[in-house]
């Protein structure tokens, strides 16, 4: 990515991971000096909220001199909710924290549990949970850069954007029976093996993909009107980044090499060549070409994936965590009492903590769950990257312009499942 | 040195366990020497961001003190990221915890968070108040003998001054 404000944008070279922070942040002006201060509230149903947020804005003119975020909107008790459920039904709540990539979340969700037990998945589990992971990001980022720039008055892009979105989800719904929340893995494994004919669906969803991609980069690369409204908008400086805890292509566009799938590489990402796009300068159009790139990789580790996949099975066999095949469940009594004991008595991973990070598209999606030796998980706290990234909201936002802040806020990708809760 | 060894090293006995859970380095310090715990991590270790903070409420599992927040404390900047979690046990009767908001950013919102589920009081936040609950919300659900099926209806619009 190139850091200087020039037009030679087709070299999209990621920058050495020590690139320098920006030193040219804007001025901001001082909050008592305005004379005639206009507030405006933004949400929480509000078109470029894409979700039930709220921003409080105090304007001097048209800039920002001070702002203060509400949330909660979407509250539902989703931490109290799991405290109620076996450890199994908790994976379709799962789904709705980060409803545009679903099958991360059940991932990140069923490998701390597993961390839990101490057991380790099946080899062909293991990658296609990388194959559906990586899609799933593919489609969140796609949104994501689709409304950002819809955001702005760039229809056209949301459009080439969500055909590909359409062919994952077709994808995804093929192969898990649920086109936005699929549910798809499970503590063990997951429920369904590749169908015939996924790797063709794939090829005809990367060429869509390819070409999507390629005509964002026509539409939006040299458009005067996009540069200029995402050129130098919202810059974050790592300091700030870190400090607010962001993670995610929203850390990696301010400079920070930070992506869990490199850092503590699970499922084998370490043994696939894929690259970490990093920002120069942690502004808007960073974070954009952040996610664009993002998905080429994605692209790259799914070829891949889809190469390696060994035969196998896609659950453990451990009885006490897996169900047994339905033919065994019907033609023998051990597979009856089987079955209706996983049922009754549900998983019981042994008393103790675990913390286990994930990479999702937000950024590090994290369970803490606190087990007490019974079938409900005692305490399931989730680190959500959405409530991180919208908490800094209030300082990033000051200082601009109010058509910057939505420029701002679509290019953080809040989900507000994530971010209530 | 790892963030383990500068916090045993600088604070001796108030740290009063180190374990690891699944992999994963656990510190348990005293309420008292807290900030200073967190002090020493921000500035000597270099953990300079808080990730997570997560409230437990032990009341099932029989723990005294009854209530536990566990801090999430990493360095990202480093490769390998440097992670250390620090739990400290708050008892039951007014539970209170210094901030750390004006070291970390982020602890702004997440002590809101766990004074809003929890209702663990941050000494010396400057904003403690609600954040995913409404205002007149009383009551703290996380807590386990929050009646889980309980109710409110709230009638007031919420408001930002």
């Known amino acids: 990515m190139s850091a200087n404000a020039s037009h030679a944008m087709d070299e999209r070279e990621p920058l050495p991971p020590d690139a320098e922070a920006p030193e040219n942040l804007p001025d901001h002006p001082a909050p008592a000096a305005v004379e005639h201060p206009v507030t405006v509230n933004i949400g929480p149903a509000h078109p470029a909220t894409h979700g039930t947020l709220r921003l409080k804005c105090v304007l001097d003119g048209e800039v920002i001199v001070e702002s203060k975020a509400e949330i909660g909107y979407l509250h539902r008790g989703f931490e109290i909710q799991c405290e109620q459920v076996p450890y199994q039904h908790v994976i379709p709540f799962t789904d709705r924290l980060n409803y545009l990539s679903a099958c991360m979340n059940n991932t990140a969700y069923c490998k701390a549990v597993e961390k839990l037990l101490g057991i380790k998945i099946p080899e062909r589990a293991q990658y296609i949970r990388v194959i559906v992971d990586e899609l799933s990001r593919i489609a969140d980022h796609l949104i994501c850069n689709g409304v950002a720039a819809l955001d702005l008055g760039g229809l056209t892009n949301f459009w080439v954007t969500f055909y590909p979105r359409e062919k994952i989800y077709d994808i995804l719904a093929k192969l898990s029976g649920a086109r936005l929340t699929n549910a798809y893995t499970r503590i063990g494994g997951v429920v369904y093996d590749l169908y015939d004919g996924f790797d063709d669906d794939l090829a005809a969803c990367f060429k869509e993909l390819d070409k999507g991609l390629t005509q964002v980069l026509k539409l939006l690369q040299r458009n005067k009107i996009f540069n200029d409204r995402v050129r130098n908008v919202g810059i974050v400086s790592k300091e700030t980044a870190l400090a607010y805890a962001w993670t995610g292509p929203v850390l990696r566009a301010s400079g920070v090499p930070y992506d869990v799938r490199k850092d503590q590489p699970y499922y084998h990402y370490d043994e696939f060549d894929w690259e970490m796009p990093i920002g120069a300068k942690g502004d808007t159009w960073d974070r954009f070409f952040v996610r664009v790139e993002e998905i080429r990789q994605s692209m790259r580790i799914i070829e891949q994936a889809v190469e390696r996949i060994p035969d196998g099975p896609i659950m453990v066999s451990d009885p006490a965590i897996a169900l047994p095949p339905k033919k065994q469940v019907y033609n023998s009594i051990e597979g009856l009492i089987n079955q209706f004991k996983l049922v009754f008595e549900g998983i019981r991973p042994p008393p103790g903590e675990v913390y286990s990070a994930t990479e999702a598209a937000n950024g590090e999606l994290g369970f803490y769950i606190v087990s007490d030796g019974s079938k409900h998980p005692y305490r399931v706290k989730v680190r959500a990257p959405s409530f991180l990234h919208f908490s800094a909201m209030e300082e990033i936002s000051r200082g601009y312009f109010i058509a910057d802040a939505i420029a701002i806020l679509g290019s953080l990708n809040i989900i507000a499942g994530e971010l209530d809760r | ?161």
Request: charged content about 25%; glycine content about 6%.
């Open chain 2, 1 to 161: 040195m790892n963030p383990t060894e500068h916090l045993t090293s600088r604070l001796g006995g108030k740290v009063l366990s180190a374990y690891q859970a699944c992999g994963d380095e656990f510190v348990t310090v005293t309420p008292e020497s807290f900030r200073e715990a967190a002090e020493i991590l921000h500035r000597d270790a270099g953990l300079i961001t808080l990730s997570d903070l997560a409230g437990v409420d032990g009341l099932h599992l029989g723990r005294t003190p009854r209530f536990e927040v566990v801090y999430y404390f990493a360095d990202y900047r480093s490769t390998p990221a440097q992670r250390l979690y620090v739990k400290v046990a708050l008892p039951e009767s007014n539970p209170h915890l210094p901030t750390i908001s004006d070291l970390f950013k982020s602890a702004d919102w997440l002590e809101r968070e766990c004074w809003d589920q929890f209702g663990i009081v941050f000494d010396g936040h400057p904003n403690l108040r609600r954040i995913l609950n409404h205002e007149d919300f009383v009551g703290h659900p996380l807590r386990k003998d929050y009646p889980v099926d309980g109710r409110h209806v709230l009638r007031r619009a919420s408001h930002l001054e």
